[in-house]
């Protein structure tokens, strides 16, 4: 895409797309001094995080809201009045006093551009987050002052953040940046539903371009990723140069040399202010070239011939060191195997810009090693600080399906220990030797090049430019200082030092008077003349409170407050006491605070209540559980912290709140733990109230239910219904299967097994009984042999009726007392006899067997319909 001018700002009736409202960002940060890196106060320990590789979508914005992100955004800003002060203006947003967040805002009074949107990694303190993003609500609440955001290279520390910094922004401010970077960030963009094609604009070196109030050139600078520039921007006011990250290669591996014509005639143009890459100032020396890393990667990978594997870590946006390595794969016949979704995306961005060091094509499948010799593969791969889930740190330890490492392998570490990754980087080193394959590391063997200048190319730049004025950007603060040093001690006489937040003012000085140093009252004078001038041309203009969002790499974004990162600190290092509290209250003292609550009761009543509050304390059940925390021998420590709770309770008044029950439990278990430890934990006290009288009766109806017996019950009932028949029909018997439906009930509390073998126990029973009720009412004789012939009756009947037969004159209930109940028949009831009477059975009607219904409850509905079963 040609580079175009900027587009106008949105019209009084136009609305900007949805997502891209002040709303619509992360969460209101607190308020905090600006001091070099914006971060909490933490006690250092270690976290492992996880990466989540799935595409990231961007949400509706709801899971990233704060508090408030307007009331945030109305933060005032004590700079000077429109159109006073020094016209070129800096503020930077991130990048200064620490490395990454590469994030700044240049220009003419109130009108500004955007330099950059990077992200920072957190270091081990910041327990389980990914991203450290840049004060995005700042940018929302001057979104109407900024009219572009350019790019200088595609490093995640100065494109990271865009997901983030585009919706704080106008959503027509276009965006700029060179083909290869631009390949990434429209990748980026796609993955949030950011894209829009109409806002992306490539440029190309040398070609000028309008960029809000700048004439801008992009300058061809060497680095370790394609298209790296630095920017030229011209206005009326004066030049500003930024350098983007840069050294001086000079015999890059991709034929690109550092643009030295360009900055040569940028000091004879002249330049108001110069900003330039500090990250290496206090290495001395030069960098070395990327073609003599390229020499000795081949020599190594030919040296491993007929051996085994050779396994290459680098950072995977290197695509001068793919070339190196593809170089080294040919020389020595093996096959490139990428293993790192990383590594294939920057590969394919090139190929798509038409940079790509080699077909992606060429690079076979993970899933296909075990299909080719060891001595034919070359494998890249990515973990060369240690990430976590990085491939090369899982295989260290095993736990890589797609690596496995091999005493025979050779491992190239093409990469530079990022300072703070140092401990994590060699305990996986150690891990890697543990199994057996050969390291090649460090800098003699020159597998890697810094991609930024050391002490000596610094100082030959700024020989070039001869700026007016010089500010250092990108290091940490010592860096800063260092390189503003470097350039007092080269010719360059006004410098600053600012910080994150600080807006810095400068003006041109050629419109200024000078002044000839001869005699020491000269001297003199014109160093009082100077610093008049020196605060003249660059002034300290105003410092915002900004500060840093944190993102768990997933949808969790917002500040160290709402993301928790000092109770995950405390968590981590002292562990947590988490109390439930059963609050119960006297029954006597609730009576009278109700009384005088009552809307007729006077001041006895309230007097009441408050008498019977002192004189009935809180009575308390108390469950305690720790985690992370020594509890010493015999869990002594849950023993006086339970000990502690229960006191603390009860010393409280019958009518204390749950707020105050909580609070004074908590202020009890953190002094006895520190007492036991001197461990200050993370205590959670969840307070809640219970009637004892409730909680009395519920025991009691659990210990009748325990105690009761399904059988004496159901025979209850089945004697209730006999009773009942003579005088009341057949209510008694109704009865009799209603509480056997209620038992029923009581043994669906029990576990499946154990309620299927009583209820088939009770039917059993049941039947049993019936059996013997029914033979006991049946007719003699001639009958009886009748019933015994009959193909109806069953085995059991049958059985029953031979023994009668043979002489048996009766058969004794099994439940024993007066007889039990016949059963209800399908036709009319029966004749029978009260048990109670002790008369002569009466004959019941034929077919008495064939017509009775069975006793269980299940083939009754209309009596039993309240019972539930397994």
Not at 165 to 181: C, E, K, R
Not at 488 to 497: A, F, I, K, L, Q
Not at 675 to 688: D, G, S
Request: charged content about 25%; overall charge neutral; proline content about 6%.
């Amino acid at each position: 895409m040609e580079a175009v001018a900027p587009t106008g700002r949105l019209g009084a009736g136009q609305q900007p797309a949805r997502g891209t409202q002040p709303g619509w960002l992360p969460g209101r940060p607190s308020q905090r001094p600006s001091t070099g890196r914006q971060t909490h106060q933490s006690t250092q320990c270690r976290a492992g995080g996880r990466r989540n590789n799935r595409p990231r979508i961007q949400s509706d914005g709801f899971e990233h809201l704060g508090s408030s992100q307007l009331a945030r955004n109305k933060r005032p800003f004590p700079g000077p009045p429109p159109g006073q002060g020094p016209p070129l203006r800096v503020l930077p947003i991130g990048g200064l006093g620490e490395i990454g967040m590469n994030c700044m805002l240049i220009g003419v009074y109130d009108r500004y551009i955007l330099v950059d949107a990077g992200l920072m990694f957190p270091d081990f303190t910041d327990l389980g987050m990914q991203k450290i993003l840049p004060d995005t609500s700042f940018l929302a609440q001057w979104r109407d002052k900024i009219e572009a955001v350019v790019i200088t290279h595609g490093h995640e520390d100065h494109i990271g953040a865009l997901p983030w910094v585009v919706p704080a922004l106008d959503p027509s401010t276009p965006i700029y940046a060179g083909g290869f970077p631009m390949q990434l960030i429209k990748r980026r963009l796609q993955e949030f539903n950011l894209y829009d094609e109409g806002r992306l604009h490539t440029i190309n070196m040398r070609q000028p371009f309008q960029l809000g109030p700048f004439e801008c050139t992009p300058i061809r600078v060497t680095h370790s990723i394609p298209d790296c520039c630095g920017l030229v921007l011209r206005s009326d006011h004066g030049t500003i140069v930024h350098t983007g990250d840069w050294k001086i290669d000079e015999n890059p591996v991709d034929g690109e040399v550092f643009d030295r014509e360009m900055f040569d005639s940028l000091g004879r143009e002249g330049v108001s202010l110069f900003m330039s890459d500090s990250t290496n100032v206090l290495a001395p020396g030069r960098t070395t070239s990327e073609s003599l890393v390229e020499t000795s990667l081949v020599n190594r990978v030919l040296g491993h011939q007929g051996k085994g594997r050779v396994i290459t870590t680098q950072f995977a946006s290197n695509l001068h060191r793919m070339a190196a390595v593809k170089k080294a794969a040919d020389a020595s016949g093996r096959k490139i195997c990428f293993i790192g979704m990383s590594l294939s995306h920057y590969l394919e961005a090139a190929q798509r810009e038409g940079r790509a060091p080699f077909d992606p094509k060429d690079v076979i499948d993970a899933a296909d090693l075990d299909d080719y010799d060891p001595n034919q593969l070359l494998i890249v791969t990515t973990g060369s600080q240690a990430e976590p889930r990085a491939q090369l740190t899982m295989a260290a330890h095993g736990l890589s399906h797609q690596l496995k490492l091999q005493a025979s392998d050779l491992v190239l570490y093409s990469a530079k220990v990022i300072p703070g990754n140092d401990t994590r980087v060699m305990q996986m080193m150690n891990a890697i030797s543990q199994l057996g394959p050969e390291i090649a590391m460090g800098r003699d063997e020159n597998l890697h090049t810094s991609g930024h200048a050391y002490k000596g190319e610094l100082e030959e730049v700024l020989r070039y430019v001869k700026p007016q004025h010089f500010l250092p950007v990108h290091g940490e603060y010592a860096f800063l200082t260092a390189h503003a040093q470097l350039a007092r001690e080269n010719g360059v006489n006004y410098t600053s030092v600012i910080r994150n937040g600080q807006m810095l003012g400068v003006a041109d000085r050629r419109n200024r008077n000078t002044v000839s140093i001869g005699s020491a009252a000269g001297v003199a004078g014109a160093a009082e003349i100077l610093g008049r001038e020196r605060t003249d041309t660059m002034q300290m203009l105003g410092e915002v409170d900004l500060i840093n969002y944190y993102n768990d790499g997933n949808k969790g974004t917002g500040t160290a407050a709402e993301m928790g990162l000092e109770e995950r600190q405390v968590l981590a290092v002292e562990g947590i006491v988490v109390c439930a509290v059963d609050v119960g209250r006297h029954p006597e003292m609730i009576r009278a605070v109700a009384e005088a609550a009552a809307p007729n009761a006077g001041p006895a009543a309230a007097a009441a209540a408050a008498r019977a509050a002192s004189q009935r304390r809180l009575k308390a059940n108390v469950r305690v559980t720790t985690r992370g925390m020594w509890v010493g021998l015999s869990d002594r420590l849950l023993e006086q912290l339970h000990a502690a709770a229960k006191e603390a309770v009860e010393r409280l008044p019958g009518d204390a709140a749950l707020s105050a029950v909580e609070r004074v439990v908590a202020d009890s278990l953190r002094r006895t733990c520190k007492a036991f430890n001197r461990r200050r934990p993370e205590v959670v006290v969840i307070a809640h109230e219970f009637d004892p009288r409730a909680g009395a009766a519920a025991a009691a109806s659990a210990r009748r239910r325990d105690t009761s017996s399904d059988f004496g019950s159901d025979l209850r009932g089945y004697q209730g219904g006999q009773q009942q028949r003579g005088g009341g029909g057949w209510q008694g018997q109704q009865r009799g299967y209603q509480g056997r439906g209620q038992q029923q009930q009581q043994q669906k509390r029990m576990s499946d097994r154990e309620a299927r073998d009583v209820l088939a126990e009770n039917d059993r029973r049941r039947q049993q009984r019936v059996r013997e009720a029914d033979l006991l009412s049946a007719p003699k004789g001639a009958e009886l042999e009748d019933l015994a012939s009959s193909a109806d009756s069953s085995d059991d009947d049958q059985e029953v009726l031979r023994q009668l037969l043979d002489g048996a004159e009766k058969i004794e209930p099994s439940g024993g007392g007066s007889g039990a109940a016949p059963k209800k028949r399908r036709g009319r009831p029966p004749k029978a006899a009260s048990a109670a009477a002790g008369g002569e059975l009466q004959e019941l009607p034929p077919g008495f067997l064939d017509q009775r219904r069975s006793a269980n409850p299940r083939d009754h509905p209309e009596q039993g319909g309240n019972v539930e079963y397994p």
